[in-house]
Structure formats: structure tokens, C-alpha cells
């Protein structure tokens, strides 16, 4: 059977060709190292002229729009458009990211701009308010906003002689903004009589309070402080879209194809006309430009880069060259060069170099070209037009072979047959066109089967067939020249197809996710023999399969870079790279493909880092199949944490009913009662879904958790103190570590984090607005000023505080699966770690932002879910316990080393000076050398180790250990079995403390003349607890099923127990032994109680909406209670026992004789 595992092959990018010229400006420049840097699709590009070597930044999700570089000319800046937008500043040496800012603007970032010491950046939104953000970008945080304007505003500078003031300008305005404080105050400026009110399209400050703008009429307009002062009356011939301002001058270029520069006075000093120039053309428009010493950058609205040198200013140097205008659909490979031929709406077909990295070769076509193919002699080029025409041109001097026009609608997909014979052509007319080449193309055969448009064909090895797939998802079957449908299926069974480019089909089935449409990937291309699959999708995602890929779900690897819908993608003639066409973004991508046999030498190849949010696909490119989870781990991740009515729902809640019954009642309220109750002992430790919760204080108490109740524990006396600020079920808890503060996370729809100290029991900060439903995980830093916490949302968001200040440092999404535990470095306060479902990820800090790469296992390893993780004596090394018992050692985000640790899942770790300790499932604590190479000691967890001074009963022996933790001479353990234990190093366990496990507790009964009380639970225990000091459980009973309630004898000799399934017991209540049972109802028992006096009778209530009469002295049913409507809730005796009084869920009450 077909492994679904992801291929052990990777795709690197190598180039890009193209450059964003449309819809952009100003985003072209020479980097310190004078390189040059600019945009294309979602990926920065810095190009090296002298080595024509590229470098790419991958940190966006979607079309970068705006660039600006920082003063020291390394850095840079690119914002992108998307529903949550953010901007990257990185360095263009690394190709890293530095910090990313985010949370402010929507819908996209549309200009950008550094101060003159590099330290602040302004942005613009393309929000309806064109809101303007000053940031403080290193740290990430915004220090003031404002609304820019109700129009679109097109550029925005600092003044670099007033370090706060600004210029923006737009759509009939500018403005000058004045910062001050947090403050952004804006003054329009007055265009007077000096000039018209028009559109300003770009600008640049200067001394003296000057500015200098360019207008949409091709003037230059001179400002001084807010007035126009003076107007360069045609500096174009129409409107200039980009000045750029340096040491010499300045620098202008227009919509009429000129460069001119000016002096430090904007007096000109020359024009370069680019159109007049041996590359010029009738209609280039210059969208950005820098000038830079003695050579010029330009860029175009038709997406080229030129370079111009000053003294050479009539022969400019075409760097880069890209599609413009339109969609790019039309893609096709050599079959025997390295070169690949790309056709767009902007009717121009290109033949681009993949070893040169170069365009070679240019035609412009009538029409919009919308799929290309190349002759198996690769001398005819076949091109599928928008109206519906063919056209076939010679490669060698591309000249016209043959045009044809035989279909109304847009030829979608053509190939050659591997016999070079014929040519099929599929249309969105529904049919596939097919001509003999040899005969001058003349149409020798019609496929018509299909009942939509024809999306993909391929041609069977013998060119006697070709399947099809059109827009509906079917594939048909022809035979060729005929163009009879094969409707028979034996026939086809030993076809072999010269290409795999159909995306259905039974080898291509586990290419599908789940619930996706039919059309979400655009292009396949099979490398038979690598065995991979390449895919294109709608989401700009580019996937390696293996090939066939026969069973759903299979694992991918997956590479990001274009913006949006990727058309086509295919593999060059002898499969060294992998050509991708992006239809909005123009682009093209040459990515090197490294074959297995390569990655194992490649260890450098680890996961890119990105704030690309590639977890959205149901698959993240795992190495292997995981392996199934243990069954604890599954039972866990089942629990939902949602609720229909939260705590902090409640006061609303209470408020309407207030409300609703104010006008029905006008009873005056009772008082509330004198007396009060104080909470005094909690039995219970929270670990069947929890872990690493379990800590010393720095003098010696023992904190943990449980229900909604921070618990400070003094083992000594056994007494307990209370954190009582949480309003829900906490789920996480972290020490300070000074040990004398604590963080405390729970569940919630805007769950809060609470900070507070172990000695007062007070709060000293309390964290919310970032997280829904609840915090899974939360942890200090070495220095305790910096608080991590994970959600558990769908993206498990991940938060870095300044808990002191209550502020936000830097957010992101975590991973789709769960997340259990977040680590932070010790070393290094920008870094951690966190560990869950598939998945291990070392996260650094950037700015506002977090940058996450993926834990790297090498081809030959196994992917595993990962339960705990600490670091270790290094920043570099970090240490993580998984579901099947092994500890990782890792080495930055290599996995370098697995040691098997216990039999089953290791769930709790702790780092020690010199070595670790662990705890698995198998209910053994583990001590290790500081390298996990030798294990120095164990323990189990059994009943027989039990010291004289225990707290109660050990449930079972070999628990599953949840926590653990070390101090004060002792190993502290946590059970899901809600079990606190204290392990002394020389052997004996003593039981500190507790409770019933997962599941429900509604049972509960207090003796009628002891200091003592039974509970029974959805746990399926029975337990009797001392309310005495002591403290402690006195006994406990294993159930078949879970119970709901149960009620002590008046005499306290006996203990009546009703269970789930309808059964109840009557029990001995000094040994927990049976002494009578009945089973007759099906549902729930929900209430049992004793008749007064001697306990003659027992009334039980149960979900069938019945109470049942037992004469416990005969030990039989002696009556049963009906009438109520719905299933009874509670019960009660009259004194005499002659009545019996019960609540059914309708809020009715019922008397009963």
C-alpha cells in the first residue's frame, strides 16, 4: 500500500523573476553592501548585480505593497495587505527578521518610513480612515496613531532636519504632522494661488522647513513649513510617482518615462529619457527611483529594473524583467533545455534562461495568452489565447507558424503528444481540439464528452490516448485520432501516461485536504522518476508529494512566497527545478529541487523561519506517519474547554432576570444572613488534563492547583491557604523563579491570567484580552520579568508579557494542534520553546512578533507528539519527552539524539544543575546525568512505599505522573489520579494530599454523628474523607460505574450509593463492602435518600422520572412515586418519614404519601 508519509526530498527557491511595479511606488533601493532590494509577490529580494545571485525574505503571508529602508541602509521595512496585516523589518544581509508589528492597521500596509536615526517607523493603512502609526520598532509597540485622511494617501516622509515632523500627501491633499508626546496633530497644507488643489503623488523634505512634492499634472510644488511657496511648472510631462532624496539632490521619475535630477535647490541638473534609450518603449511609466552616487535605480510600471550610470545615461542596464497587467496562466518547459516559456494576459510570451536566471527571448502576441506547450523537438511553441484562437510559433526566432481560430471561448490547456504527431487543444467550449503537425495543423479529431470547461489533458506513452479532467472534477477518457470516449475502465488498466498533469484521478486522490473545493488546486506535475508529486493551489501554497499519491490525507511538504493563486507549476526537463507562475503577483519561481540522496548531507536545510500562517492546512509537512496517540493523550485531546455560559457571563445573566422579574414581584427581599463561611481545606490536586503544576514556595509550602482555587499547601502542619481571584477552572500554573509568586491561568471566554503572591495571597497583575477559551500553558523567564502564555484557541495563540506593566511584548499564532507546555530560555529572554501534538517549535522574539521554526528531525527520523520540554546547560540545547517514552535532544532546532526513558508517555520533566528528573505513565520517577546518557536512579510510585505518615490511600500503584518538581531535599510528584506525593531521595513516599480524577463529582454525604463525609464521582470511585485536622482520605472503593449521589444510614452504619446506570448499592460504611444491590431503572439515579428515624425505607430518584420505595430491612421494592413530567433532581423526608418531598427539573414540587 502507498506510504502517505511526505517525500524525503525539499525545494529551495532559487530565483524569482519579476519586480512589482503596478499599484506600488518608491520600492526599489541600493543596501549598504549595494545590492539592491525590492518586492515581488509575498517575498523580499535582495539582488546582487556583481554575483547575480538573489537572497529572499519569506516572513510575509500575503502581497508585500510598500518598502523603506533604514538610514543605516541594511535594514528594511516591507508591509503587506491582508484582513490582519503586519509589517517585518529585517535585515538584508540575513535575510532575518528583526521585529514584526502588527495588531494595528487592516486590509494592508500602504507607505512606510524610517526616522533619520532609524529608531521610530511610520505606516500608512489602507482602512477607510487611512489611519497613520508611529512605532517604536524594536520593541514593537505603537506610540501613537491618528486618522490620515478620508482619501488615499500615497506617500509619507519624516522631516530629517525636525525630528518630529512629518509629511503626508494623497488624493487633493497634504498634510504636516507634528508629533508630541503620543500625540500626531496635523496641519493641511494651503495650496493658495500658487497652484492648483490637485493630487500629490510623492515627496521629500529638505532644510529650512522645505518640501517637495509631486503632483498627478507632472509640476513640482515647494512648500515652506504649510504653505505653498512656489511651483517647478512641468518637471514632467505628466504625473511624477516617485522622488527620492540623497546627498547629491534629488532624484525624480514619471508617468512619462523620464528620470531627471535636480540639485540640493531643485535646480535640474540633467533628464534621462528612458524611453528614447535602445530598451525603451512607447508607454514605460517610472514607478520608483534611486539615486545613489554615480548610478541610478529605476523601476517600471511593466515590472522591469534598469540601472542607469550617470555618465553613460543613453545606454541603461535591464536587471530584472517580469509579466505585467492581468492574470499569468501560461506556463510550459523545454523538453530538452533547461528554459521555460511563460504566456500572460499582458500578451507577451517569454523564454526565460534557468541557468542564466535571464529572459531571452520576447514576443508581444493580439491576444491574452492563456496556456503554452512545446513540441516533443522542441521547435514549435503552441500558444492558447483568451478568445479562443491557436497560435504556433518557432522557438529558434519566434515567428509565426500557424494561426487558428475554430473556438469562441478561451483555450484553457494544449499538449504535444510524445510521438510529436498531434497536438490537443482543450477549450472552455467543453471539447479538446485534436491536430495532426505534421499535416500544418490541420484538425484531425474532436473529444466531446465533457460537460464543462477542459482545465488539464495528458497523453498516454504510446500517444494513443489522452485522459482529461474539466471543471466539474471528471475524467474522461479518449482514444486518439478518433476522439472516441473510452468508457470502458479494463481498457485503460495498463496505460502508461507520458505525464501526470490531471489533478484527478486515483494516483493523484491524496492530493485532496478535507472539504476543500474541486478548483482549490489549480496544477499538478509528476516526476516519475523521483516519485513526487508537485502541487499549486488557490492559497499560494506549493506542496511535494510523493507519487502516486493514492490515500487520502496524505503528508506533504509545503513552500510559501506567492501571494494568492498559484496557475501552473511544472518540473524542467531533466528535473532539477521546479518553475512556479503566480497569476495575480505576475511572478515566476525557479525552485532547486534536492533529492533525497542530497538532503541527508544537508542538515543546513532546516524549516525556513516564517510569520507565513502555514498552519492552516490540515497537514504541516511532516517527515513520517505519526505514530498513534497513547490513549491518555487522546482522552485529553478530546476535552473541550468551551462553554455555553462562562463565569463572567453570570452578572449579565443575573441582571436580565433581575429585570425580567422586577414587575412580578413586589416582595421586599430578605436580608442575607448574619453568618459566613470561610474556606478551610480543599482535597483535590488538578492533574488528569494538567502537568508540570506542582511547585515548592521559597520557604518550603508546596503550591498547586485545583478547580477555580490557587492552593498553598504547609506540609508540616497540613493546613492549606487560598488564591481565591480566579472566577473558572484554572488549567495552568508557573512559579516565579524567585518562588515566591505564581501564574495562574483558566478557562473562559476572555480567560485572565492572574499573577499573585504565595505569602499574601494577593494579586500583583492580572492579564487578559488576548487569549479565548481558556490558558493551557504559561512560564516565567530567568529573570521574572517576562511572562509566555499559550491559549487554547484553534491557533493556540502564544503571548509574551511584561506582566508587571500588564503589557503585550509580542503575539502569534502557535499551531492547530495542541499545544502542552511553553519553555523560555534561560539564557536568552527573546527565545522559547513550546512543545504539543506534532510538534516542537523554537520561537525568538521580533518585535511585536514571534518567529517560529519547526523542530527539524532529519529524513530519518520520526515525527512524535511531544508532552514536555525544558532547556538544558546551553541556550542551544533543549530537551523534550514524548508520547512513546523517548527523550529528544536538540541542538538550536536539530534533533541530534533520542533516548528511550520509560515505557510509555514521558509527561513531566525538570532540569536540575547537574541533570534531570522525569516522569512518565508508567508511574516511575527518573533521575539523569546532565547529558541523558546514564540513569541514575528510579522510584515507582507503589502502595508498598508508602511512608507511616501518609495523607490517605494510594488509588493504584504506578500512577501516571503529571508533575514533578524538586526542593528542599524532596521530589515532588503530581498524579492523574489528583494524588500530590513527596518522594524522599532514600526511598520512602509519603502522601500529601488527594482528590477524585476527571469527571463529574456529585455524590456527597456527611456522616450523621462523625467529623467524617463519603463523595462518589464520574471517576467511579467511592471515598471517605476525615474532616477532622488530619485532614486525609480514610477509604476508598473502585465502582463498575460512575456515580451521582450517595446518603449515609441515620445509625452511620451503612452507605447508600446510586450509579449512572441506573443501579444503586447499599455498602457497608466502615469497610465500603456490598451488602445489598438493585438495578432497576436505566438512567441515571440522581438523588438516594434514608427515611428518618431508623432508615426503614430508601427513596431513590432517578432520570426516569421515578422515585422508588425500598424497605431496607426486607430488601425490596415497596413503592413507586409517579407524576412528575421530567427527570427528578432532588429529594427529601418529611420528619415522620411518612412524606416524600422532590424537585424535578421543571422547578415543580411535588408531595407524595
Same mark, same amino acid.
Given at each position: 500500500?502507498?506510504?502517505?508519509?511526505?517525500?524525503?526530498?525539499?525545494?529551495?527557491?532559487?530565483?524569482?523573476?519579476?519586480?512589482?511595479?503596478?499599484?506600488?511606488?518608491?520600492?526599489?533601493?541600493?543596501?549598504?553592501?549595494?545590492?539592491?532590494?525590492?518586492?515581488?509577490?509575498?517575498?523580499?529580494?535582495?539582488?546582487?548585480?556583481?554575483?547575480?545571485?538573489?537572497?529572499?525574505?519569506?516572513?510575509?503571508?500575503?502581497?508585500?505593497?510598500?518598502?523603506?529602508?533604514?538610514?543605516?541602509?541594511?535594514?528594511?521595512?516591507?508591509?503587506?495587505?491582508?484582513?490582519?496585516?503586519?509589517?517585518?523589518?529585517?535585515?538584508?544581509?540575513?535575510?532575518?527578521?528583526?521585529?514584526?508589528?502588527?495588531?494595528?492597521?487592516?486590509?494592508?500596509?500602504?507607505?512606510?518610513?524610517?526616522?533619520?536615526?532609524?529608531?521610530?517607523?511610520? &505606516?500608512?493603512?489602507?482602512?477607510?480612515?487611512?489611519?497613520?502609526?508611529?512605532?517604536?520598532?524594536?520593541?514593537?509597540?505603537?506610540?501613537?496613531?491618528?486618522?490620515?485622511?478620508?482619501?488615499?494617501?500615497?506617500?509619507?516622509?519624516?522631516?530629517?532636519?525636525?525630528?518630529?515632523?512629518?509629511?503626508?500627501?494623497?488624493?487633493?491633499?497634504?498634510?504636516?504632522?507634528?508629533?508630541?508626546?503620543?500625540?500626531?496633530?496635523?496641519?493641511?497644507?494651503?495650496?493658495?494661488?500658487?497652484?492648483?488643489?490637485?493630487?500629490?503623488?510623492?515627496?521629500?523634505?529638505?532644510?529650512?522647513?522645505?518640501?517637495?512634492?509631486?503632483?498627478?499634472?507632472?509640476?513640482?510644488?515647494?512648500?515652506?513649513?504649510?504653505?505653498?511657496?512656489?511651483?517647478?511648472?512641468?518637471?514632467?510631462?505628466?504625473?511624477?510617482?516617485?522622488?527620492?532624496?540623497?546627498?547629491?539632490?534629488?532624484?525624480?521619475?514619471?508617468?512619462?518615462?523620464?528620470?531627471?535630477?535636480?540639485?540640493?535647490?531643485?535646480?535640474?541638473?540633467?533628464?534621462?529619457?528612458?524611453?528614447?534609450?535602445?530598451?525603451?518603449?512607447?508607454?514605460?511609466?517610472?514607478?520608483?527611483?534611486?539615486?545613489?552616487?554615480?548610478?541610478?535605480?529605476?523601476?517600471?510600471?511593466?515590472?522591469?529594473?534598469?540601472?542607469?550610470?550617470?555618465?553613460?545615461?543613453?545606454?541603461?542596464?535591464?536587471?530584472?524583467?517580469?509579466?505585467?497587467?492581468?492574470?499569468?496562466?501560461?506556463?510550459?518547459?523545454?523538453?530538452?533545455?533547461?528554459?521555460?516559456?511563460?504566456? &500572460?494576459?499582458?500578451?507577451?510570451?517569454?523564454?526565460?534562461?534557468?541557468?542564466?536566471?535571464?529572459?531571452?527571448?520576447?514576443?508581444?502576441?493580439?491576444?491574452?495568452?492563456?496556456?503554452?506547450?512545446?513540441?516533443?523537438?522542441?521547435?514549435?511553441?503552441?500558444?492558447?489565447?483568451?478568445?479562443?484562437?491557436?497560435?504556433?510559433?518557432?522557438?529558434?526566432?519566434?515567428?509565426?507558424?500557424?494561426?487558428?481560430?475554430?473556438?469562441?471561448?478561451?483555450?484553457?490547456?494544449?499538449?504535444?503528444?510524445?510521438?510529436?504527431?498531434?497536438?490537443?487543444?482543450?477549450?472552455?467550449?467543453?471539447?479538446?481540439?485534436?491536430?495532426?503537425?505534421?499535416?500544418?495543423?490541420?484538425?484531425?479529431?474532436?473529444?466531446?464528452?465533457?460537460?464543462?470547461?477542459?482545465?488539464?489533458?495528458?497523453?498516454?506513452?504510446?500517444?494513443?490516448?489522452?485522459?482529461?479532467?474539466?471543471?466539474?472534477?471528471?475524467?474522461?477518457?479518449?482514444?486518439?485520432?478518433?476522439?472516441?470516449?473510452?468508457?470502458?475502465?479494463?481498457?485503460?488498466?495498463?496505460?502508461?501516461?507520458?505525464?501526470?498533469?490531471?489533478?484527478?484521478?486515483?494516483?493523484?486522490?491524496?492530493?485532496?485536504?478535507?472539504?476543500?473545493?474541486?478548483?482549490?488546486?489549480?496544477?499538478?506535475?509528476?516526476?516519475?522518476?523521483?516519485?513526487?508529486?508537485?502541487?499549486?493551489?488557490?492559497?499560494?501554497?506549493?506542496?511535494?508529494?510523493?507519487?502516486?499519491?493514492?490515500?487520502?490525507?496524505?503528508?506533504?511538504?509545503?513552500?510559501?512566497?506567492?501571494?494568492?493563486?498559484?496557475?501552473?507549476?511544472?518540473?524542467?526537463?531533466?528535473?532539477?527545478?521546479?518553475?512556479?507562475?503566480?497569476?495575480?503577483?505576475?511572478?515566476?519561481?525557479?525552485?532547486?529541487?534536492?533529492?533525497?540522496?542530497?538532503?541527508?548531507?544537508?542538515?543546513?536545510?532546516?524549516?525556513?523561519?516564517?510569520?507565513?500562517?502555514?498552519?492552516?492546512?490540515?497537514?504541516?509537512?511532516?517527515?513520517?506517519?505519526?505514530?498513534?496517540?497513547?490513549?491518555?493523550?487522546?482522552?485529553?485531546?478530546?476535552?473541550?474547554?468551551?462553554?455555553?455560559?462562562?463565569?463572567?457571563?453570570?452578572?449579565?445573566?443575573?441582571?436580565?432576570?433581575?429585570?425580567?422579574?422586577?414587575?412580578?414581584?413586589?416582595?421586599?427581599?430578605?436580608?442575607?444572613?448574619?453568618?459566613?463561611?470561610?474556606?478551610?481545606?480543599?482535597?483535590?490536586?488538578?492533574?488528569?488534563?494538567?502537568?508540570?503544576?506542582?511547585?515548592?514556595?521559597?520557604?518550603?509550602?508546596?503550591?498547586?492547583?485545583?478547580?477555580?482555587?490557587?492552593?498553598?499547601?504547609?506540609?508540616?502542619?497540613?493546613?492549606?491557604?487560598?488564591?481565591?481571584?480566579?472566577?473558572?477552572?484554572?488549567?495552568?500554573?508557573?512559579?516565579?523563579?524567585?518562588?515566591?509568586?505564581?501564574?495562574?491561568?483558566?478557562?473562559?471566554?476572555?480567560?485572565?491570567?492572574?499573577?499573585?503572591?504565595?505569602?499574601?495571597?494577593?494579586?500583583?497583575?492580572?492579564?487578559?484580552?488576548?487569549?479565548?477559551?481558556?490558558?493551557?500553558?504559561?512560564?516565567?523567564?530567568?529573570?521574572? #520579568?517576562?511572562?509566555?502564555?499559550?491559549?487554547?484557541?484553534?491557533?493556540?495563540?502564544?503571548?509574551?508579557?511584561?506582566?508587571?506593566?500588564?503589557?503585550?511584548?509580542?503575539?502569534?499564532?502557535?499551531? #492547530?494542534?495542541?499545544?502542552?507546555?511553553?519553555?523560555?530560555?534561560?539564557?536568552?529572554?527573546?527565545?522559547?520553546?513550546?512543545?504539543?501534538?506534532?510538534?516542537?517549535?523554537?520561537?525568538?522574539?521580533?518585535?511585536?512578533?514571534?518567529?517560529?521554526?519547526?523542530?527539524?528531525?532529519?529524513?530519518?527520523? #520520526?515525527?512524535?507528539?511531544?508532552?514536555?520540554?525544558?532547556?538544558?546547560?546551553?541556550?542551544?540545547?533543549?530537551?523534550?519527552?514524548?508520547?512513546?517514552?523517548?527523550?529528544?535532544?536538540?541542538?538550536?532546532?536539530?534533533?541530534?539524539?533520542?533516548?528511550?526513558?520509560?515505557?510509555?508517555?514521558?509527561?513531566?520533566?525538570?532540569?536540575?544543575?547537574?541533570?534531570?528528573?522525569?516522569?512518565?505513565?508508567?508511574?516511575?520517577?527518573?533521575?539523569?546525568?546532565?547529558?541523558?546518557?546514564?540513569?541514575?536512579?528510579?522510584?515507582?510510585?507503589?502502595?508498598?512505599?508508602?511512608?507511616?505518615?501518609?495523607?490517605?490511600?494510594?488509588?493504584?500503584?504506578?500512577?501516571?505522573?503529571?508533575?514533578?518538581?524538586?526542593?528542599?531535599?524532596?521530589?515532588?510528584?503530581?498524579?492523574?489520579?489528583?494524588?500530590?506525593?513527596?518522594?524522599?531521595?532514600?526511598?520512602?513516599?509519603?502522601?500529601?494530599?488527594?482528590?477524585?480524577?476527571?469527571?463529574?463529582?456529585?455524590?456527597?454525604?456527611?456522616?450523621?454523628?462523625?467529623?467524617?463525609?463519603?463523595?462518589?464521582?464520574?471517576?467511579?470511585?467511592?471515598?471517605?474523607?476525615?474532616?477532622?485536622?488530619?485532614?486525609?482520605?480514610?477509604?476508598?472503593?473502585?465502582?463498575?460505574?460512575?456515580?451521582?449521589?450517595?446518603?449515609?444510614?441515620?445509625?452511620?452504619?451503612?452507605?447508600?450509593?446510586?450509579?449512572?446506570?441506573?443501579?444503586?448499592?447499599?455498602?457497608?460504611?466502615?469497610?465500603?463492602?456490598?451488602?445489598?444491590?438493585?438495578?432497576?431503572?436505566?438512567?441515571?439515579?440522581?438523588?438516594?435518600?434514608?427515611?428518618?428515624?431508623?432508615?426503614?425505607?430508601?427513596?431513590?430518584?432517578?432520570?426516569?422520572?421515578?422515585?422508588?420505595?425500598?424497605?431496607?430491612?426486607?430488601?425490596?421494592?415497596?413503592?413507586?412515586?409517579?407524576?412528575?413530567?421530567?427527570?427528578?433532581?432532588?429529594?427529601?423526608?418529611?420528619?415522620?418519614?411518612?412524606?416524600?418531598?422532590?424537585?424535578?427539573?421543571? #422547578?415543580?414540587?411535588?408531595?407524595?404519601?
Amino acid at each position: 500500500m502507498a506510504s502517505r508519509s511526505a517525500p524525503n526530498c525539499h525545494l529551495r527557491l532559487e530565483w524569482v523573476y519579476g519586480y512589482r511595479g503596478h499599484q506600488c511606488r518608491n520600492n526599489l533601493y541600493y543596501t549598504a553592501a549595494k545590492e539592491i532590494v525590492y518586492f515581488v509577490a509575498g517575498v523580499g529580494v535582495v539582488y546582487s548585480p556583481r554575483e547575480h545571485r538573489q537572497k529572499f525574505y519569506r516572513g510575509h503571508s500575503d502581497d508585500i505593497i510598500s518598502l523603506a529602508l533604514h538610514p543605516d541602509r541594511v535594514l528594511v521595512a516591507t508591509g503587506q495587505v491582508g484582513k490582519e496585516p503586519y509589517i517585518c523589518v529585517w535585515d538584508s544581509y540575513t535575510v532575518q527578521t528583526i521585529s514584526v508589528l502588527k495588531d494595528i492597521h487592516t486590509h494592508g500596509i500602504a507607505c512606510l518610513s524610517f526616522d533619520l536615526e532609524g529608531q521610530r517607523l511610520v &505606516s500608512v493603512g489602507l482602512d477607510s480612515k487611512n489611519a497613520i502609526c508611529v512605532w517604536d520598532w524594536r520593541k514593537g509597540k505603537m506610540l501613537s496613531m491618528a486618522p490620515g485622511h478620508t482619501d488615499r494617501i500615497f506617500d509619507i516622509s519624516w522631516d530629517l532636519y525636525q525630528p518630529n515632523k512629518l509629511v503626508s500627501c494623497g488624493v487633493k491633499h497634504i498634510k504636516f504632522w507634528s508629533l508630541c508626546g503620543n500625540s500626531l496633530t496635523p496641519k493641511r497644507g494651503v495650496f493658495g494661488k500658487a497652484g492648483d488643489l490637485q493630487t500629490i503623488l510623492c515627496l521629500a523634505c529638505a532644510r529650512d522647513e522645505l518640501t517637495y512634492s509631486g503632483a498627478l499634472s507632472g509640476d513640482v510644488y515647494v512648500w515652506k513649513g504649510v504653505n505653498l511657496i512656489r511651483t517647478i511648472q512641468g518637471a514632467h510631462m505628466a504625473g511624477i510617482f516617485s522622488m527620492n532624496a540623497c546627498e547629491e539632490g534629488f532624484a525624480t521619475g514619471g508617468r512619462d518615462g523620464c528620470i531627471r535630477l535636480w540639485d540640493l535647490t531643485f535646480k535640474p541638473i540633467t533628464v534621462i529619457d528612458l524611453r528614447e534609450t535602445d530598451q525603451g518603449y512607447k508607454g514605460l511609466s517610472v514607478r520608483s527611483v534611486c539615486w545613489r552616487g554615480d548610478h541610478i535605480l529605476v523601476g517600471t510600471q511593466d515590472s522591469e529594473i534598469f540601472e542607469i550610470v550617470v555618465h553613460e545615461r543613453n545606454k541603461p542596464f535591464l536587471i530584472m524583467q517580469g509579466h505585467c497587467e492581468g492574470e499569468l496562466w501560461a506556463l510550459a518547459v523545454h523538453p530538452t533545455k533547461p528554459l521555460a516559456m511563460t504566456g &500572460s494576459d499582458d500578451r507577451s510570451v517569454r523564454i526565460w534562461s534557468l541557468i542564466d536566471h535571464a529572459l531571452i527571448a520576447r514576443c508581444n502576441m493580439e491576444e491574452p495568452i492563456r496556456c503554452a506547450a512545446v513540441s516533443t523537438d522542441g521547435i514549435h511553441l503552441a500558444l492558447g489565447m483568451k478568445d479562443g484562437s491557436l497560435t504556433v510559433l518557432r522557438v529558434r526566432d519566434m515567428t509565426e507558424v500557424v494561426h487558428i481560430k475554430d473556438r469562441k471561448e478561451a483555450i484553457h490547456e494544449l499538449k504535444y503528444s510524445p510521438d510529436g504527431t498531434f497536438l490537443a487543444v482543450g477549450s472552455n467550449d467543453s471539447s479538446v481540439d485534436i491536430y495532426g503537425v505534421v499535416q500544418r495543423y490541420k484538425k484531425v479529431g474532436e473529444c466531446v464528452g465533457s460537460l464543462s470547461f477542459i482545465t488539464h489533458l495528458d497523453w498516454s506513452s504510446d500517444s494513443r490516448y489522452l485522459q482529461t479532467n474539466d471543471g466539474s472534477g471528471k475524467r474522461l477518457f479518449y482514444r486518439i485520432p478518433s476522439g472516441k470516449e473510452v468508457s470502458n475502465k479494463e481498457e485503460m488498466k495498463g496505460v502508461q501516461w507520458a505525464s501526470w498533469t490531471c489533478v484527478s484521478g486515483l494516483e493523484v486522490n491524496g492530493i485532496w485536504p478535507k472539504y476543500s473545493e474541486s478548483n482549490d488546486i489549480n496544477s499538478v506535475d509528476g516526476n516519475f522518476i523521483g516519485q513526487v508529486l508537485v502541487t499549486a493551489d488557490d492559497y499560494g501554497i506549493i506542496k511535494l508529494f510523493r507519487y502516486p499519491c493514492l490515500r487520502k490525507g496524505a503528508k506533504f511538504k509545503k513552500y510559501i512566497g506567492h501571494s494568492a493563486h498559484i496557475t501552473n507549476v511544472r518540473w524542467s526537463h531533466d528535473y532539477q527545478w521546479v518553475i512556479s507562475i503566480g497569476g495575480a503577483d505576475h511572478s515566476v519561481f525557479q525552485w532547486k529541487f534536492i533529492p533525497e540522496r542530497k538532503l541527508k548531507d544537508s542538515l543546513h536545510i532546516a524549516p525556513q523561519e516564517s510569520l507565513a500562517d502555514s498552519n492552516s492546512d490540515e497537514s504541516d509537512s511532516d517527515q513520517s506517519d505519526v505514530p498513534e496517540l497513547d490513549s491518555e493523550i487522546e482522552q485529553e485531546t478530546q476535552i473541550t474547554y468551551h462553554r455555553q455560559v462562562y463565569k463572567e457571563d453570570l452578572p449579565q445573566l443575573k441582571e436580565q432576570c433581575r429585570e425580567k422579574h422586577k414587575s412580578a414581584t413586589s416582595k421586599r427581599r430578605v436580608q442575607a444572613p448574619g453568618q459566613s463561611i470561610r474556606l478551610h481545606f480543599v482535597h483535590g490536586y488538578r492533574g488528569f488534563d494538567c502537568r508540570s503544576n506542582l511547585f515548592y514556595t521559597q520557604i518550603g509550602e508546596i503550591v498547586y492547583h485545583v478547580a477555580a482555587v490557587g492552593v498553598i499547601y504547609n506540609r508540616q502542619q497540613n493546613t492549606q491557604r487560598f488564591y481565591l481571584g480566579h472566577d473558572d477552572d484554572i488549567l495552568c500554573l508557573a512559579i516565579h523563579p524567585l518562588k515566591d509568586y505564581v501564574a495562574t491561568g483558566q478557562v473562559g471566554r476572555d480567560p485572565s491570567i492572574h499573577i499573585w503572591d504565595t505569602d499574601t495571597t494577593k494579586p500583583l497583575s492580572i492579564l487578559k484580552g488576548y487569549h479565548q477559551y481558556g490558558v493551557c500553558a504559561v512560564d516565567f523567564s530567568a529573570d521574572g #520579568k517576562r511572562l509566555a502564555s499559550v491559549g487554547i484557541d484553534d491557533s493556540h495563540t502564544i503571548v509574551l508579557w511584561d506582566w508587571k506593566k500588564g503589557e503585550k511584548l509580542s503575539v502569534t499564532r502557535g499551531n #492547530k494542534d495542541k499545544i502542552f507546555v511553553v519553555k523560555m530560555n534561560p539564557y536568552m529572554p527573546d527565545k522559547l520553546i513550546t512543545a504539543g501534538i506534532k510538534h516542537m517549535k523554537f520561537w525568538r522574539r521580533a518585535g511585536g512578533g514571534l518567529i517560529g521554526r519547526k523542530g527539524y528531525i532529519g529524513p530519518q527520523g #520520526k515525527s512524535d507528539t511531544m508532552m514536555c520540554a525544558v532547556y538544558g546547560w546551553t541556550e542551544e540545547m533543549a530537551f523534550s519527552g514524548t508520547s512513546t517514552g523517548d527523550v529528544c535532544i536538540w541542538k538550536d532546532v536539530f534533533l541530534i539524539k533520542t533516548v528511550k526513558a520509560h515505557d510509555g508517555p514521558v509527561f513531566s520533566m525538570h532540569a536540575l544543575e547537574k541533570g534531570f528528573v522525569t516522569g512518565g505513565k508508567d508511574g516511575v520517577v527518573a533521575l539523569w546525568d546532565d547529558s541523558f546518557e546514564r540513569c541514575l536512579k528510579t522510584y515507582a510510585i507503589k502502595r508498598a512505599s508508602l511512608a507511616p505518615g501518609s495523607k490517605g490511600l494510594l488509588l493504584e500503584d504506578n500512577p501516571s505522573i503529571r508533575a514533578i518538581s524538586l526542593g528542599h531535599g524532596h521530589i515532588l510528584v503530581g498524579t492523574k489520579n489528583g494524588e500530590i506525593l513527596e518522594v524522599d531521595k532514600s526511598g520512602p513516599i509519603t502522601l500529601l494530599v488527594q482528590g477524585h480524577m476527571e469527571g463529574d463529582v456529585w455524590g456527597l454525604a456527611t456522616h450523621p454523628h462523625l467529623p467524617i463525609c463519603a463523595t462518589v464521582s464520574d471517576d467511579k470511585t467511592l471515598r471517605i474523607w476525615d474532616l477532622s485536622p488530619s485532614h486525609c482520605m480514610l477509604a476508598v472503593r473502585k465502582l463498575k460505574k460512575g456515580g451521582r449521589c450517595c446518603c449515609f444510614s441515620p445509625d452511620g452504619k451503612a452507605l447508600a450509593v446510586g450509579l449512572n446506570d441506573g443501579s444503586f448499592l447499599i455498602v457497608n460504611a466502615d469497610t465500603l463492602e456490598d451488602l445489598v444491590s438493585f438495578h432497576h431503572r436505566k438512567d441515571v439515579i440522581s438523588d438516594i435518600r434514608f427515611s428518618p428515624g431508623s432508615g426503614k425505607y430508601l427513596a431513590v430518584a432517578s432520570y426516569d422520572s421515578f422515585v422508588d420505595i425500598y424497605n431496607v430491612m426486607s430488601s425490596k421494592r415497596v413503592g413507586i412515586c409517579k407524576g412528575a413530567t421530567s427527570y427528578i433532581t432532588h429529594i427529601d423526608w418529611d420528619l415522620r418519614g411518612r412524606k416524600n418531598w422532590l424537585g424535578i427539573v421543571d #422547578k415543580c414540587a411535588w408531595f407524595l404519601l
